[in-house]
Nanobody, 113 residues
Framework: QVQLVESGGGLVQPGGSLRLSCAASGFIFSSHWMHWVRQAPGKGLEWVSVINPGGKTTDYVNSVRGRFTINRDNAKNMLYLQMNSLKPEDTAVYYC??????WGQGTQVTVSL
């Protein structure tokens, strides 16, 4: 069926790294802009990053620029978010989103000592 399934979240210490993955199925993945969106505890949704269908155009919210990298593998129907130099304020549930009609279930990222 049509779905997005995130994985790769977990508990990491400040300064550490995680790589989130999103497996897409049931639609033509390579035709769609894809986003990562996060929601911190007690806060609203925050857009994090976007990538175009071909993977050549990306953008980031200022707070993660230079630390996070979005990329995709259209042959595998996969979206990724490499997160480096993680900070406690990066703690959130991270969602993979197909522009803007389809959301995954989210994966929890916790940055703490």
């Amino acid at each position: 069926q049509v779905q997005l399934v995130e994985s790769g979240g977990g508990l990491v210490q400040p300064g550490g790294s995680l790589r989130l993955s999103c497996a897409a199925s049931g639609f033509i993945f390579s035709s769609h802009w894809m986003h990562w969106v996060r929601q911190a505890p007690g806060k609203g949704l925050e857009w994090v990053s976007v990538i175009n269908p071909g993977g050549k155009t990306t953008d980031y919210v200022n707070s993660v620029r230079g630390r996070f990298t979005i990329n995709r593998d259209n042959a595998k129907n996969m979206l990724y978010l490499q997160m480096n130099s993680l900070k406690p304020e990066d703690t959130a549930v991270y969602y993979c989103v197909r522009h803007w009609a389809l959301w995954g279930q989210g994966t929890q990222v916790t940055v703490s000592l």
